[in-house]
RNA sequence: CGGGACGUGGCGCAGUUUGGUAGCGCGCUUGCUUUGGGAGCAAGAUGUCGCAGGUUCAAAUCCUGUCGUCCCGACCA
């Protein structure tokens, strides 16, 4: 055994790993609690946490998967500064536009700072100096770092921090051709950096929010913790509620001759309406008001089993904000019972596509207490606008092939965007083009929630004894139990099996603590080692260790010249 | 920011209703015994009861303010 070798294992003697039998009482989902009982992390702040010795470990071993598929497309890492001048702020308009969540700060001499929630700004100042000719494109740059959002609310320990560790990557371009194949390139290999963690995940159409463009795309790993809704369908189409599109599967009211006025006192929620009249949500019609910058009031319907999508609504009217109460009344309506017919003058009126599929509506009559029923289009009121509006849900109907959609919940662990020329046109970064011009560079951008990839895993691989990591994400392949630390036969034999591990490269951990036989096994499910082998007097006595599979539970006894080909095998 | 809950040794909690000067389990220290799934016995150490005011002879307990934390919502890579 060489010195390198013993330095390679882990000693859990000397090993800062303090474990909790007991549940922390703040944290909730499987990945804060085990993370926080194994020892992994440790809260600083709400949101803010330290990584101890282990929880480092795992990240190291996300980060190697992250650098390596980078590389492997091209990537080159940098390291930009988490401190940023506010002055790239203004010029790209973001000081404003991010909002409360940007961490602003000034220095000493009263010179603006934020701390960087992303570094579009910081990205595009740097090559707008350097980055001057066509031949030079494109160019990916990446890095590894920590970012900062002062979020309304950070929960569920790693998965939403107002520190956390991502990996962003820019990419620069002098043509939209040149933009999508560093935009598939990337996506794929965000395909398989998920799959390298082991965690099962989705593409999904995704809206771009803050961070500007239009085509983006995130990767979800499933698990029920996850804060995003998605819908997915047989034919491949997926997407996340908020972006998708489906076709609602509406039902007719029972059929009306005509229009008819019905007293539907005290009812204001859909919910109560449909009881009312022992109808499902899905043959009622939902109306919202709002107005966008050009104060116009605008009533969207939808259908009463579904949600109005507001950034879709954002999208069709410029500054759209729904009526708060007041504004309902001073705007001549009444909330609780709004609908299409019989709205004031002027007033622009959009319907989700679905509803055309119904013909006979039950909608408010805007007048307390009252609802039509037996409403029609062009009829009794005329759509201005047909549109997607709703906020897609299960059951509804693919846009793509027609099939039911089904539903899951996701936690977003990384996305892709293609943000076209937002910041190289507002920060003035161009390029001279093959035919001399100057050119505004198109951009890709591209990130990985590595801290919250870590509490995905986690998510997906647990049970009640503690966490199963993956093996390619574990803090060591294997840790070698000895029942008995005291000099003689069992603790030698340990020692040497830890030492033939590490020389043929297994990563390994060795539990010499002075601990009873439980506590060793306890933490060691706890903590998540893929495999367990368990040096002790009864096995020994027959040349035999047992190995525990920590997955599958499986225990079998190996003989001792036997147990490396086997750990091998498993592995 | 709205709604709800909670701050008591390192961790998990009781005690607060009805004020009387702080307790339990785990962990920690020492010793003996034990040793294949979170040991037993014995002896110990550790608390400005989040903080600041107030009421009272007396406050963990009542009042006011404040800070922190978690959950639901709005928000968001």
Redesign the pocket.
């Known amino acids: 055994m060489t010195n390198d070798t013993a330095k390679n294992i882990i000693r859990m003697s000397e090993l800062y790993t303090p474990?909790?039998?007991?549940d922390?009482?703040?944290a909730?989902i499987a990945s804060h609690r085990l993370l926080m009982r194994s020892g992994m992390i440790r809260?600083a702040?709400?949101?803010v946490y330290t990584f101890l010795p282990l929880g480092k470990k795992v990240l190291a071993k996300i980060e190697t998967i992250v650098r390596e598929e980078m590389d492997g497309i091209g990537a080159q890492e940098v390291m930009m500064p988490a401190l940023q001048p506010a002055e790239l702020w203004f010029e790209s308009g973001r000081w404003d536009d991010y909002g409360p969540?940007l961490m602003r700060l000034e220095d000493r001499h009263g010179r603006g700072f934020c701390l960087g929630p992303t570094h579009e700004e910081l990205i595009t100042s740097l090559v707008r100096n350097e980055l001057r000719s066509y031949k030079d494109l494109p160019l990916s740059l990446y890095q590894i770092q920590v970012?900062f959002r002062d979020?309304?609310?950070?929960?569920?320990g790693l998965l939403?921090?107002r520190e956390?560790i991502?990996k962003d990557a820019y990419s620069f371009h002098p043509n939209q051709a040149s933009l999508q194949e560093t935009y598939n390139d990337m996506s794929a290999a965000y395909g398989r950096m998920c799959d390298r963690m082991g965690l099962t995940w989705r593409a999904v159409e995704a809206d771009s929010?803050?961070?500007g463009g239009n085509t983006s795309c995130e990767f979800m790993a499933l698990a029920e913790a996850g804060?995003a809704e998605l819908v997915y369908c047989s034919c491949g189409y997926a997407a996340n509620t908020e972006a998708g599109e489906g076709t609602a599967q509406l039902e007719e009211y029972q059929a009306q001759k005509g229009l008819e006025k019905i007293a539907t006192p005290g009812i204001g929620a859909i919910s109560d309406l449909a009881k009312h009249l022992d109808t499902p949500e899905s043959s009622t019609v939902k109306a919202m008001a709002g107005r966008g910058t050009d104060g116009v009031l605008t009533v969207f319907l939808v259908p009463g089993s579904h949600e109005l999508n507001?950034i879709k609504a954002g999208r069709m009217v410029d500054g759209f904000e729904l009526l708060n109460d007041d504004a309902i009344e001073a705007a001549g309506l009444s909330k609780g019972s709004m609908g299409p017919v019989g709205l004031p003058p002027n007033t622009r009126l959009v319907a989700e596509k679905s509803l055309r599929t119904i013909e006979s509506w039950v909608v408010g009559a805007n007048e307390e207490g009252h609802h039509y029923v037996g409403a029609k289009s062009d009829v009794d009121f005329t759509v201005d606008e047909w549109a997607d509006i709703t906020v897609v849900k299960e059951g509804d109907l693919c846009a793509q092939c027609g099939s039911i959609l089904e539903g899951a919940r996701g936690i977003?662990v990384s996305?892709v965007f293609q943000l076209g020329d937002k910041y190289s046109k507002s920060m003035g970064a161009t390029f001279s083009a093959e035919d001399g011009s100057e050119q505004h560079f198109l951009m890709g951008c591209y990130?990985v929630?590595v801290t919250?990839s870590m509490a995905a895993i986690v998510e997906q691989y647990n049970d009640d004894?503690g966490i199963i990591w993956p093996i390619s994400v574990a803090p060591a392949h294997v840790c070698v139990i000895p029942?008995?630390v005291e000099e003689g036969e069992v603790f030698s034999t340990a020692q040497k099996l830890a030492a033939d591990f590490a020389a043929l490269g297994f990563e390994v951990a060795l539990d010499d603590r002075d601990e009873?036989?439980?506590?060793k096994?306890?933490?060691a499910?706890?903590i998540g080692w893929p495999i367990q082998v368990?040096v002790?007097?009864?096995?020994l006595g027959e040349a035999k260790v047992?190995m525990?599979v920590r997955k599958s539970g499986e225990k079998k006894d190996v003989a001792l010249d036997a147990i490396a080909d086997v750990l091998r095998d498993t592995l």
């Open positions: 474990t909790l039998k007991e922390p009482a703040d909730e809260k702040a709400s949101g969540e970012k979020e309304i609310r950070p929960r569920f939403r921090g956390f991502m929010g803050q961070i804060e507001l977003e996305q990130g929630g919250r004894k029942l008995d009873r036989a439980g506590v096994f306890n933490d499910d706890l368990v002790g007097k009864r096995g047992e525990k």
